[in-house]
Structure formats: C-alpha cells, structure tokens
C-alpha cells in the first residue's frame, strides 16, 4: 500500500490513517475517525508520536516509510512516545519497535506503561521510561516537553509539547471523531470542527472536567499556553490556530452554558409526545433555544452533546409496568455517566409523563436525575391523554422552566 504522509512543519509529519467507515466508537455513533500519529525528525533522533489501531497497521506503516523517503533518512526511529495506552493509539506500538529499532527508547507515564502491560501482556521485557511533567528530551535540536494531562481523557494520558515548533500533541483532548481527506482545521468550516470536537467533549472528556480546569490554569501560568502554536490531538483535524479550541475547552470544562433547553422524550401511544411538543412551545415563547429528541429515533451521544451547553432539560417518558418506558433508561444511564456537575453547571430538569393508571415514571426518573446531579424543579405526571388544560399546563411548564434559567 502507498499512502503520504503530511508535512507540518519542518520534520514534523502527521503519519496517522484514516479510518473511513468507523460508525461506532466508545458506544456512540461517528461518521468515520482518524487515529493521529506524528513522526519528528531531530537532529540526532527521530521519534514516533502515538500509534494506531488495529486493522489500520498498513496503511499507517506506508505512511511512517513515507515520511522518511520525503526526509531521505533511513528507516529507523530512535525515540518511542506513548501519550496514552488506549488500544486506538497503542495497538501496533510492539510491532512498530520491532520493524524500527527494538532498541529504541520509550517514554510514557507511569500509568501509560501499566496500562500498556495490562492490556497487551508483552511489554514487561521491554525499558520503558516513565516521564511527567517537568521532563524534557534533546532529540538533537529540539525538545519534547512532557506534560500530564490524567483524566484528559484517561488516567495515563499525556501530553507532548515539541518546544521549539510550539506544537502540542495532546492525544484525546481536543480531538474531533471525523474522517476527511485533508488534515488542518483551516480546510473546513470551523462551525463544523467546533460542533463535533463539542460532541467529543461531552461524551468523552466532560467527565474530566476539573482536570481540565487545572490543567489550563497551569499552562497558563507557567506562559505554557502562549507557547502554543498548533495543536496536533490524536483524532481529526488539527488545530493549526488553537484560540477556538482552547475557547470552547475552557467554556465547556467550566460549565458555559447558553439560554438553551434539551428536550428529550420517548413516547409508547404519542401522549408524552404531545408533552414533549407542548413544552417546547412555551420554551420558545420565553425566547430560549429548544433542541428535541425522540429516543426511538435518535442517539443518547447528540442528546448528549447538546446538553453539555444547556443550561435545563426537560425529560420525558411513558409510564409503563409503573416505571418509565424502559428505552428512556439507556439515555439515562449516559446522563449518570458523564458527571456534567462536574463541570460546574447547575442544569434544572423538568420530568414529564403520560400514565395509564398509577405512575411510577416520574417518581423513579425524579431520584435518577438527582443522583446524576441535576436539579428538578416541576414535574407533570399526566392521566392517559392531555387534553387542552393539560396541554396548557405543559406550556405553561416549559415556559416556567425558561424563565428559570433566563439570567
Ligand atoms: Fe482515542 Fe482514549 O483513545
């Protein structure tokens, strides 16, 4: 297989692949991914960033080759740098030492080489050394600063700062799950970039959230962050000019939020449809923003992303054999999942439902919110089907639960 590799700057090469067809990853749908890899050319040492994974060894490996027929070097990379052990960017590490030099050095974190035996079982022959924040490495000309970066998005991952260039490869944190031909943020609407590298945080990083915080403050005051030129994460494009990105981080991992409600409901005879629609309508009266989902029809990771921004959600679910219409627990289950009190947003919720004769919806997701640490603030439990005072009511609630949240 023949596949080039990207300059990115003077000896910095992105040598990753393309994996087109990837519909799924971490449970959540994406419309094809890449998995970054970077190839640096020092002076003395070459170093290889990150990995790939599996079934993508041979496109990557014609890119790595290509990478050094544009340098005109031989094939040999002295220097191993692992951000994280996650199998997306871990995968082929072994096989690419032992193509390239198995007498290479290594540099990961501490947990990173843990993680690494762990999952592959055949690391622990190998001399890996374990670096963090305030390491450094010559490579002849250049410098690899190493960064910790734990939670962001796991509890091994790491960043690599190449000094002189100002590039930051950050591995999962500001990464985007999408598949293109070209490689740069400029090469698309950054409108897009920014919408999909918000559905990555939400359902990949919110959880890390106070790490993130941290983490900024401290490249902030050591000046680290003003030494940042690009930013090279280890999916999707890469941030050529890091302002935005840095931006929404900041935002989302501090709970920004805008005047926005997420509505989401599941419906069994279209009851608490007629619900979901009619809160909508008073949401709107008020002037804020609405997005709706209907969980037969769509996926728990947009209903997610847009949560993330907003500052309420109005929930909704039939009852059934006294318990919410069970399709809703899967949404559910992601809201528990991903922590957004983490991030420091209050988000008010708002639980409707349609029952046939004793309830049970309301009172369950009620004490399920609250775990996930949302606040609710009204429900409406409904008898079989709302007529027009109860739809009244219903607008009435999603107009109430605008003003709630209108600063
Ligand atoms: Fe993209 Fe945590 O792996």
């Not at 390239?100 to 190998?126: R, T, V």
């Not at 920014?194 to 990949?204: D, G, H, I, S, T």
């Not at 420091?344 to 399920?368: R, T, Y």
Request: charged content about 25%; hydrophobic content about 40%.
């Amino acid at each position: 297989m023949k596949a080039k590799a990207v300059k990115m700057a003077d000896g910095v090469y992105w040598v990753g692949v393309i994996h087109w067809h990837s519909r799924t990853f971490h449970g959540y749908g994406i419309p094809g991914t890449t998995y970054n890899a970077y190839l640096v050319f020092g002076e003395e040492k070459t170093v290889l960033i990150d990995n790939v994974y599996r079934g993508m060894f041979e496109q990557f490996d014609a890119r790595v080759k290509d990478a050094f027929e544009q340098e005109g070097k031989e094939f040999k990379i002295d220097v191993f740098v692992q951000n994280h052990s996650e199998m997306d960017h871990s995968t082929f590490l072994r096989q690419t030492i032992e193509e390239y030099n198995p007498d290479a050095e290594i540099y990961a974190s501490a947990n990173c080489i843990k993680f690494l035996e762990a999952q592959y079982h055949n690391f622990s022959d190998l001399e890996m050394n374990a670096v963090a924040t305030g390491d450094e490495l010559d490579i002849g000309g250049r410098t690899l600063k190493f960064i910790s970066a734990p939670m962001l998005h796991w509890p091994d991952s790491m960043f690599t700062l190449l000094a002189e260039e100002g590039i930051l490869f950050s591995n999962d944190a500001f990464g985007q799950h999408v598949a293109h031909s070209k490689r740069f943020d400029k090469d698309y609407s950054i409108d897009y970039l920014l919408r999909e590298a918000q559905k990555y945080y939400a359902n990949l990083v919110t959880l890390g959230s106070p790490m993130l915080r941290m983490k900024l403050d401290e490249l902030t005051n050591t000046g680290l962050i003003n030494d940042i030129k690009m930013i090279a994460p280890c999916h999707g494009q890469i941030w050529t000019n890091p302002g935005p990105i840095v931006e929404k981080y900041s935002e989302w991992g501090s709970g920004v939020c805008k005047d926005k409600i997420t509505v989401i409901y599941d419906t069994m005879h279209h009851s608490t449809e007629k619900l979901a629609y009619q809160i909508a309508e008073g949401i709107m009266s008020e002037g804020v923003e609405v997005e709706l989902y209907f969980m037969q029809e769509d996926g728990p990771d947009d209903v997610i992303t847009d949560i993330l921004d907003s500052k309420a959600i109005a929930l909704g679910a039939p009852t059934m054999m006294n318990k919410p219409f069970p399709r809703i627990g899967n949404m559910m289950y992601w809201l528990d999942c991903v922590n957004f009190k983490g991030t420091g947003s209050e988000k008010n919720a708002l639980i409707f439902s349609s029952k046939g004769w004793g309830g049970g919806a309301v009172a369950k997701l009620q004490n399920d919110l609250e775990a996930a640490g949302f606040t609710v603030t009204d429900t409406l439990d409904v008898l079989f089907v709302p007529d027009e005072d109860v739809m009244a009511e219903a607008f009435e609630k999603g107009a109430e639960l605008a003003r709630s949240i209108k600063e």
